[in-house]
């Protein structure tokens, strides 16, 4: 069992920037796949953004490409969400995915999840 929790979250204005970490319960170096996805009220949970394996491939949505930046750091066993020049669009509950094998894309491929942190984006 693997035990995640983010942090981070917030209200800021439109432009702003936030910085969204999720802290696991294992090593993150025994993880393969961490990824965070979100879920605006009324829609389905999206993926944002994944990272996996040990070269640490990332890959991103692409309505977050360019702004947003995953990274992982071993030492800290923490995953974090770098989100730079945010939209009112971007308003959703954050939440933090982990598994132990290669996922991809889709949130039920993942075994693992954190309880969510708010992002809210004011135009």
């Known amino acids: 069992q693997v035990q995640l929790v983010e942090s981070g979250g917030g209200l800021v204005q439109a432009g702003d920037s936030l910085r969204l970490s999720c802290t696991t319960s294992?090593?993150?170096?025994?993880?393969?796949?961490m990824a965070w996805f979100r879920q605006a009220p009324g829609k389905e949970r999206e993926f944002v953004s994944g990272?996996?394996?040990?070269?640490?491939?990332?890959v991103y949505s692409d309505a977050v490409k360019g702004r947003f930046t995953i990274s992982r750091d071993n030492a800290n066993n923490t995953l974090y969400l770098q989100m730079n020049r945010l939209r009112p669009e971007d308003t959703a509950v954050y939440y933090c995915?982990?598994?132990?094998?290669?996922?991809?894309?889709?949130?039920?491929?993942?075994?693992?999840w954190g309880q969510g942190t708010q992002v809210t984006v004011s135009s």
């Open positions: 995915a982990a598994d132990l094998y290669s996922c991809g894309t889709g949130a039920h491929e993942y075994d693992f």
């Open positions: 990272i996996r394996g040990i070269v640490g491939s990332t």
């Open positions: 294992i090593p993150t170096s025994y993880i393969v796949t």
